[in-house]
C-alpha cells in the first residue's frame, strides 16, 4: 500500500487552479468574482483569514458555474494526459492519495486510474463551503487516521515538504516528486533558486510587500507634502521617517504579530538603514545628478529597498517572533 499526494505528484500542475482557468474559458462570466477574490487573498495575506477561510471564499466562483458536475467531468476529459507516466506505471489497486484540493474534483479522475480510496477537502461543489478543513499538512495525517485508523503503508509520494508528517509515517522509503523524478526525501535539497522562489511566495512575505507599496505610497505622499515647506532631499527624510512609524505599526500588528515596544521600534529603525541609504543615493543620483522628477526620484527609491529591508526585520527586528 502506497501513499500519494495529487498535484504536481500524479497530476502535471494544479488541478484547482487548471479547473478554475478552464471554466473562466469555458464560463467567462466567473470571471467577476475576480475583484472578491483579490481582496480575499488580501485578507489571507495580512492573517485576518487561514487558508481554509481564504480557500472557502475563493471557491464562491462556484455558485456562477452551471453544470459543474459536467463541468468536472469534461474537464477531465481534457486534462487526463497531466497523470504522469512515473504513476501509471507504478499503479496499485490499494493505492491512497490524499490532497488539498476538493474531493468533488478528484473523483472522477481517481474512478478513472482505479484509485478507490480518496481523501481531500470536503467542499459543497455548489457554493464552495468547506465541511471541516483544509487537507493540509497535519490535517492529512489526522484524516487518514479517521478514515482508515493506524494504517501502515510502505512509501509515500510528494511534491512538497509541507507533507513530512505524512512521510515520517511511512514504513519503507518516502520521495519528493519533481516531474517524472523521484527523489528519496531526506537526500531533497532545495536549490537556491527554489529557496527564492519559496521565500518570494511566503505569506509572511507577501504581507510585508503589501505593506511595503503602502509604506511606498505613504512615503511619496509626505514628501510631496512636506516638499511644500522643505528642500526636496529634507522633505524625502520627514517623509521617510513619518512612513517609518507606520510601517513598523502595520508589521507589528499583521505581518509579523508582534506585540508593540520601544526596543524593537529602535531594532526595526535599524533595519531600515541599508535601505535608508540606498534610498537616499537613489534620492541624489536621480533628483540632483539626472534632474528628473522629485516624483520620479521618490518612487524609485521606495522599490529598490523592499527586500533588503525584509531580510533584515525577518532576522533582526522580529527575530524572536512568531506568526501564527
Same mark, same amino acid.
Given at each position: 500500500m502506497n501513499?500519494?499526494?495529487?498535484?504536481?505528484?500524479?497530476?502535471?500542475?494544479?488541478?484547482?487552479?487548471?479547473?478554475?482557468?478552464y471554466c473562466v474559458k469555458k464560463q467567462p462570466r466567473v470571471l467577476l468574482w475576480l475583484p472578491y477574490q483579490a481582496w480575499m487573498f488580501f485578507l489571507y495575506i495580512i492573517g485576518i483569514y487561514d487558508k481554509t477561510q481564504f480557500k472557502e471564499r475563493f471557491y464562491s466562483f462556484f455558485k456562477d458555474v452551471k453544470n459543474?458536475?459536467?463541468?468536472?467531468?469534461?474537464?477531465?476529459?481534457?486534462?487526463?494526459?497531466?497523470?504522469?507516466?512515473?504513476?501509471?506505471?507504478?499503479?496499485?489497486?490499494?493505492?491512497?492519495?490524499?490532497?488539498?484540493?476538493?474531493?468533488?474534483?478528484?473523483?472522477?479522475?481517481?474512478?478513472?486510474?482505479?484509485?478507490?480510496?480518496?481523501?481531500a477537502s470536503r467542499v459543497n461543489l455548489h457554493d464552495g463551503k468547506y465541511d471541516g478543513l483544509n487537507?493540509?499538512?497535519?490535517? &492529512?495525517?489526522?484524516?487518514?487516521?479517521?478514515q482508515l485508523g493506524?494504517?501502515?503503508?510502505?512509501?509515500?509520494?510528494?511534491?512538497?515538504?509541507?507533507?513530512?508528517?505524512?512521510?515520517?509515517?511511512?514504513k519503507n522509503e518516502s520521495y519528493i516528486v519533481s516531474g517524472e523524478?523521484?527523489?528519496?526525501?531526506?537526500?531533497? &535539497?532545495?536549490?537556491?533558486? &527554489? &529557496?527564492l522562489v519559496k521565500m518570494v511566495f511566503d505569506r509572511q512575505f507577501l504581507s510585508f510587500v503589501f505593506i511595503g507599496a503602502v509604506n511606498t505610497v505613504n512615503s511619496v505622499l509626505f514628501s510631496i507634502l512636506y516638499s511644500l515647506l522643505f528642500y526636496p532631499n529634507t522633505a524625502f527624510v520627514l517623509g521617510?521617517?513619518?512612513?517609518?512609524?507606520?510601517?513598523y505599526l502595520l508589521n507589528s500588528?499583521?505581518?509579523?504579530?508582534?506585540?508593540?515596544?520601544?526596543?524593537?521600534?529602535?531594532?526595526?529603525?535599524?533595519?531600515?538603514?541599508?535601505?535608508?541609504?540606498?534610498?537616499?543615493?537613489?534620492v541624489f543620483i536621480v533628483y540632483n545628478l539626472l534632474h528628473l522628477d522629485e516624483l520620479i526620484a521618490y518612487i524609485l527609491a521606495g522599490i529598490i529597498g523592499i527586500p533588503v529591508t525584509f531580510l533584515m526585520m525577518k532576522f533582526f527586528a522580529f527575530k524572536n517572533t512568531k506568526r501564527p
Open positions: 501513499v500519494y499526494d495529487f498535484d504536481k505528484t500524479i497530476y502535471n500542475g494544479d488541478s484547482t487552479t487548471h479547473f478554475y482557468f459543474i458536475e459536467q463541468m468536472v467531468d469534461s474537464f477531465w476529459d481534457t486534462h487526463e494526459s497531466g497523470i504522469k507516466k512515473w504513476y501509471l506505471d507504478n499503479h496499485r489497486d490499494d493505492d491512497i492519495v490524499i490532497s488539498a484540493s476538493p474531493e468533488f474534483l478528484l473523483q472522477p479522475i481517481c474512478k478513472r486510474l482505479g484509485i478507490k480510496t480518496l481523501i487537507c493540509y499538512g497535519e490535517e &492529512k495525517v489526522s484524516r487518514l487516521k479517521a493506524d494504517i501502515e503503508y510502505e512509501h509515500f509520494y510528494s511534491d512538497s515538504l509541507s507533507d513530512s508528517p505524512l512521510a515520517e509515517l511511512a523524478t523521484l527523489i528519496k526525501w531526506n537526500d531533497y &535539497k532545495l536549490t537556491p533558486i &527554489k &529557496k521617510y521617517i513619518t512612513s517609518l512609524v507606520i510601517s500588528f499583521l505581518t509579523f504579530k508582534a506585540p508593540l515596544g520601544f526596543v524593537r521600534f529602535i531594532k526595526f529603525a535599524i533595519s531600515y538603514i541599508p535601505n535608508f541609504i540606498i534610498q537616499n543615493v537613489i
